[in-house]
C-alpha cells in the first residue's frame, strides 16, 4: 500500500506573538470551554496575542524569515504584566482583549513594526493592532462584557510560522524582554 502524503499548507504566515504561559494557557482554555463548549475551541498550546503579522505566502520564505529574525534581534523592552479582562466577540469569534490599554504592550509592538520596516519586511496590509486572544471560532451573537480576567507575565515575544490549512504553528524565534539598562551603571 503507497504511503499517504500529508497534506499541504494553504499558505504560510509569519507573526510575531505573546505566549501566555502553560499554566494560564490551560486555566483560559478551561474558561472557553465550560462557557462555549468544546467545538471550535483554540488548543491551549496555540493561544497567542499577536503583534505584527505578514500577508500569506505560498510557500517558505527564507529571506523574510532572516529578515524577521534581525527584526526580533533589534527589538528591545522591558518586561510587564498583561491582563485580558474583557471578553469579546462577534458573529465569528470570541476573544480576550484588555479592558484597558497596555503602554508597555502597544510599545513593543510599535518596536516590532519599527524593526520589521527596517528590514523590508511587510505588515499586512489590511491588519491594524487590536490587541487580543482568540479563544472560540463560532456562529454566534456579539458578545462584549467584563470578566475577572486572565493575566501573565510577559517576558518574551516569538516569531511564528502558520501552516495555514495545518494548525500547526512553529516557533523560529524567541527574545527575552529586558529592562533597559544605563549605560553609566545607575539606578534609572
Known amino acids: 500500500m503507497p504511503a499517504v502524503a500529508a497534506p499541504a499548507p494553504l499558505a504560510h504566515r509569519y507573526f510575531f506573538a505573546l505566549l501566555p504561559d502553560a499554566v494560564t494557557a490551560r486555566r483560559i482554555h478551561a474558561f472557553a470551554e465550560q462557557t462555549f463548549g468544546a467545538k471550535g475551541l483554540m488548543r491551549p498550546d496555540r493561544l497567542h496575542v499577536t503583534l505584527a503579522i505578514t500577508p500569506d505566502f505560498d510557500g517558505p520564505d ?17 518586561p510587564f504584566d498583561i491582563m485580558l479582562d474583557r471578553l469579546s466577540g462577534g458573529q465569528r469569534t470570541v476573544a480576550l482583549r484588555p479592558e484597558y490599554s497596555l503602554s508597555p504592550l502597544r510599545a513593543l509592538q510599535a518596536g516590532i513594526a519599527r524593526a520589521m520596516a527596517e528590514q523590508g519586511a511587510a505588515m499586512r496590509p489590511d491588519w491594524r493592532f487590536s490587541p487580543h486572544l482568540t479563544l472560540v471560532y463560532r456562529d454566534g451573537d456579539n458578545v ?45
Open 144 to 188: 462584549s462584557q467584563a470578566i475577572e480576567g486572565f493575566s501573565w507575565a510577559v517576558r518574551e515575544f516569538v516569531l511564528i510560522k502558520s501552516l495555514v490549512g495545518l494548525t500547526r504553528h512553529e516557533v523560529l524565534g524567541r527574545w527575552p524582554l529586558r529592562a533597559a539598562t544605563d549605560p553609566q551603571h545607575m539606578l534609572i
Open 62 to 78: 527564507p529571506d523574510l524569515t532572516a529578515a524577521l529574525l534581525r527584526a526580533g534581534e533589534a527589538v528591545a523592552a522591558a
